[in-house]
């Protein structure tokens, strides 16, 4: 598939977030072999797609309430999924830098 990156060999935020879509998921999904692990990303990253809006909004309860109500549950998702197939890259925080991390 092409996504139309050029490969680099450090990854900075922007060339990371152009990953982090949802047209991009599969691309990047088929890139880890064990398919219990592109199970748990392609659910990691449509976790950070929701919850992405609330952290980049000026006033999350008024442009988008619905995805601040689930926060919460999709947060702590978030974690429990990094703490258990994700272990070497989850230090006890989740971080709105998961685009560089992954």
Known sequence: KKLNLKPIMRMNGNFARKLMTKETVEAVCELVQCEERQGALKELMDLYLKMK???????????????????????QRFAELL????????????????HKTL
């Not at 809006?53 to 947060?75: G, I, N, T």
Request: glycine share 2%; with cysteine; hydrophobic share 20%.
């Open 53 to 75: 809006p609330v952290w980049r909004s000026s006033c999350p309860a008024k442009e988008c309430p619905e995805l601040l109500c689930q926060y919460s549950y999709h947060s």
């Open 83 to 98: 703490s258990t197939k994700f272990k070497y890259r989850y230090e006890g925080k989740i971080t709105n830098y998961f």
